[in-house]
């Protein structure tokens, strides 16, 4: 899942939040200098990806563009999926999105000491470019997407993955939809609930 999904799934705690925003950014066992509800953030966030990665569901979807784009299939289908989580935002959530997205800008930005280098830079893109509302349009996603290939080590192709998005819109979003259920189940599994 791409960083709108991970931090919906944060639910209400600020710390799992941070930690699910930053986790990218950290190492290995580097998490452990982080505040203990960080690390648990950090580790949900390892968590999700592995659930998201090994669920058949989420395989369909990436073979369909593995041909394509190798390795960043997977990557492609994250943004993707977040892309259906934030058009049909009123599926999952009482909160409108744009309040959703203000309320965790605000979160960030007052947590922005604990943020690694990496995770400050993208924090001022996407809040300058408002990536996580941007999410929801087809255009914010061809946005993303176009930034991850200039930003990408290898040739990914990744500039042109809204063609397959728009030519399997349906499809994708019924796998997402498939998939996201199980996704929340897990998370609420991993969870804490005093």
Known sequence: MNFLSHLYLSG????LLIG???ADSV?????LK?????QKGIVLHRKIDTFTDS???VEESKQRLRERYKKYA????????DHYLAANWNVYSNEKLEDFVLKTYDTINRNKHLLPPKSQLFNEY???YNILYAYGELEGIDRVLQGMSRRASFVSNMEHAIQELKEHYHLFGK????FFPDLQQFVNTQIEIP
């Open 34 to 38: 982080y505040p203990e509800e960080v």
């Open 27 to 31: 190492k290995g066992s580097d998490f």
């Open 20 to 22: 699910n925003f930053i």
């Open 12 to 15: 209400e705690d600020e710390g």
């Open 126 to 128: 996407m809040v300058q």
């Open 55 to 57: 669920h058949p569901i």
């Open 175 to 178: 796998e997402f939809n498939s």
């Open 74 to 81: 997977s990557v492609i289908v994250d943004v993707y999926y």
